[in-house]
T-cell receptor, first 112, second 114 residues
Framework: LAKTTQPISMDSYEGQEVNITCSHNNIATNDYITWYQQFPSQGPRFIIQGYKTKVTNEVASLFIPADRKSSTLSLPRVSLSDTAVYYCLVGQEYSSASKIIFGSGTRLSIRP | DAGVIQSPRHEVTEMGQEVTLRCKPISGHDYLFWYRQTMMRGLELLIYFNNNVPIDDSGMPEDRFSAKMPNASFSTLKIQPSEPRDSAVYFC????????????FGDGTRLSIL
């Protein structure tokens, strides 16, 4: 079971780059790493996914070291609208509900 | 494309009443998930379906909870009888079959049991 560990909360300011790290020491060979973003009164929303090295899209970058035991979500030049909870999810093995765990997430607060 | 649609968005009812939450997944998606979110416990997976068949309901808290998926475009989560501790936001999500496909969530139903 690939349990994840993230910081409970982070604070930053508009225009800064924010990096949120997730630890997943027991990640399985076939597991991908997926990050979701959740705003108040909304369901989580997929933002990025990766397997190794670096992935970049229009919203964020995801850095994964060679051992894959952690990953870092990077949000460039954040704005107030990036205030949300961010979840790291490892593997989505649909053979068992016990392998689909969102955890407590990281509450990111962006200040002016 | 329409996303996952949940109804109602808000439900307030008295303890002991039956509550039915509804979900329409994204067309073509093979998996459907029901989650519950509270401040204390975070986002918990209750049950999920593959091609309308329940696969794992180990997250369902007790027998008062039941879920059905009569067809590929509709699912219900029922609580009978409801209790104040069932108050939470309930989310439905769907995804394609590949294990690494992301889940697409609805906007949830905020349930308050008085």
């Amino acid at each position: 079971l690939a349990k994840t560990t993230q910081p409970i909360s982070m604070d930053s300011y508009e225009g800064q780059e924010v990096n949120i790290t997730c630890s997943h020491n027991n990640i399985a060979t076939n597991d991908y790493i997926t990050w979701y973003q959740q705003f108040p009164s909304q369901g989580p929303r997929f933002i990025i996914q990766g397997y190794k090295t670096k992935v970049t899209n229009e919203v964020a970058s995801l850095f994964i070291p060679a051992d894959r035991k952690s990953s870092t979500l990077s949000l460039p030049r954040v704005s107030l609208s990036d205030t949300a909870v961010y979840y790291c999810l490892v593997g989505q093995e649909y053979s068992s509900a016990s392998k689909i765990i969102f955890g407590s997430g990281t509450r990111l607060s962006i200040r002016p | 494309d329409a996303g996952v649609i949940q109804s109602p968005r808000h439900e307030v009812t008295e303890m002991g009443q039956e509550v039915t939450l509804r979900c329409k997944p994204i067309s073509g998606h093979d998996y459907l998930f029901w989650y519950r979110q509270t401040m204390m416990r975070g986002l918990e997976l209750l049950i999920y379906f593959n091609n309308n068949v329940p696969i794992d309901d180990s997250g369902m808290p007790e027998d008062r909870f039941s879920a059905k998926m009569p067809n590929a475009s509709f699912s219900t989560l029922k609580i009978q009888p409801s209790e104040p501790r069932d108050s939470a936001v309930y989310f439905c999500a769907s995804s394609l079959a590949d294990r690494n496909q992301p889940q697409h969530f609805g906007d949830g139903t905020r349930l308050s049991i008085l």
